[in-house]
């Protein structure tokens, strides 16, 4: 089993940054592809990115890549996702997801789910 906890969430301009921070535990992180995805208001939850293990295997979905940034600390458990540029259209409760296979964009693929941090972006 592995628990997640999202934190970093909060009220930004547009044009600003944000560091979403998911910490894990109950499992060896390090074996663990990690992945950051969001969920908007009347919408669907969606993709954002995901890092697997062995560092520089990232994805991005296309609405975020050149802003955002996903990145890793094995020695601390925590994968972060620098955003960069915030839009109004980023508002959303982002949530942190694992899996212990490789990379994947698709959520039903990650067993392991945060409780999700509330991301707002005012224009």
């Known amino acids: 089993q592995v628990q997640l906890v999202e934190s970093g969430g909060g009220l930004v301009q547009a044009g600003g940054s944000l560091r979403l921070s998911c910490a894990a535990s109950?499992?060896?992180?390090?074996?663990?592809?990690m992945g950051w995805f969001r969920q908007a208001p009347g919408k669907e939850r969606e993709f954002v990115a995901t890092i697997r293990w062995s560092p520089g295997i990232t994805l991005y979905a296309d609405s975020v890549k050149g802003r955002f940034t996903i990145s890793r600390d094995n020695a601390k458990n925590t994968v972060y996702l620098q955003m960069n540029s915030l839009k109004p259209e980023d508002t959303a409760v982002y949530y942190c997801?694992?899996?212990?296979?490789?990379?994947?964009?698709?959520?039903?693929?990650?067993?392991?789910w945060g409780q999700g941090t509330q991301v707002t972006v005012s224009s």
């Open positions: 109950g499992r060896t992180f390090s074996s663990l592809t």
């Open positions: 997801a694992a899996r212990n296979l490789g990379t994947s964009s698709y959520l039903n693929d990650y067993p392991y």
